[in-house]
């Protein structure tokens, strides 16, 4: 900025009783509207005089007249202080004409399950309201505390400062998806049952969290036996896959908020029911926690993620 030096040394007070005395032009008027005594207001006068190395006022019998170098600072000045109290002027959000732009990281599962129906509900609401949204973040507490990231929504972290909120969407447990009419819908599926069956396998953050049948001691982990169909880590592709084949899914319960007409799938019924759940969260820095805006969004995003799993 061109002369911030020089501005350290001014006394931005001293431009506030400059701007009333251009406008009411008397000592008197000045120090009732700043509830300042006469001789504050004479004394500041001075100091004015001093700071720009010009005389601003010659007195007379009326009050002030201003000279002609004091008449040249009245409109930049005016303005300046306007622009200057917007900085202080805080108005109530108004999320119908709020324009803006928010950073989410979203763990695939939520995203698939929130985002469409809380684009729905912006549309709608505020249209001014922009959202970006990365399912692949690494750092994510680090993205949040830099500026970078307003919201992560994913699964619980493990251990978290006091420098974060974070507060639990929802929880499930895990299960695996088939077609609606699986071969396996018919019963109670055993671990042997599943072992006939080809698997998706999710490349996705975490995805051990998921698996339902642990290994026992002296027991080989359930994939080590369970043939493999492929690899992705596209959720949507995955889905379509075993609406259509007798490919399994094993994933987060959420994953049965997604089933559609086209995308027909349901959890199995399995002989050892998890007993582990997870938890997913809505996590931001305090940085925001004053922010109306993002106040507004958190609570949105709450109520929506309920009204999806309920």
């Not at 309201?129 to 929504?153: A, M, P, W």
């Amino acid at each position: 900025m061109k002369n911030l030096k020089q501005l350290t040394h001014i006394d931005l007070n001293l431009l506030v009783t400059l701007q009333v005395l251009l406008e009411h032009r008397s000592v008197s008027v000045a120090a009732s509207k700043l509830h300042l005594t006469q001789p504050a207001i004479s004394k500041a006068l001075g100091r004015l005089r001093q700071q720009f190395g010009e005389p601003l006022f010659m007195r007379v019998s009326k009050g002030l007249v201003p000279t002609p170098f004091a008449l040249s600072l009245q409109e930049p000045l005016q303005q300046w202080l306007e622009s200057a109290s917007i900085l202080f002027d805080h108005e109530p959000f108004d999320p119908a004409s709020w324009k803006g732009e928010f950073a989410l990281v979203a763990n695939e599962y939520l995203e698939m399950l929130v985002l469409p129906p809380l684009m729905q509900f912006l549309s709608k609401h505020a249209p001014g309201v922009v959202l970006k949204i990365r399912s692949q973040y690494r750092h994510q507490l680090e993205g949040l505390e830099d500026g970078d990231l307003d919201f992560v929504l994913n699964l619980e972290f493990s251990e978290l400062s006091d420098q974060f909120h974070s507060e639990v969407l929802y929880t499930d447990s895990p299960a695996i998806f088939a077609r609606a009419n699986h071969p396996l819908r018919k019963k109670t599926a055993s671990r042997e049952d599943l072992l006939r069956y080809p698997r998706v396998a999710l490349r996705m953050p975490d995805m051990e969290k998921f698996m339902l049948f642990h290994p026992r001691p002296g027991q080989a982990s359930l994939n080590m036996h369970w043939p493999l169909a492929y690899e992705t880590d596209n959720l949507t592709t995955a889905l379509a896959t075993i609406s259509c084949t007798d490919c399994l899914l094993p994933g987060a319960g959420i994953l049965a908020g997604l089933a559609t007409k086209e995308l027909n799938f349901k959890a199995l019924t399995t002989t050892s029911p998890p007993q582990v759940r997870i938890a997913y969260c809505l996590v931001s820095h305090r940085r925001v926690q004053h922010s109306p805006a993002h106040q507004w969004l958190r609570e949105h995003i709450k109520a929506l993620v309920q009204k999806q799993v309920r």
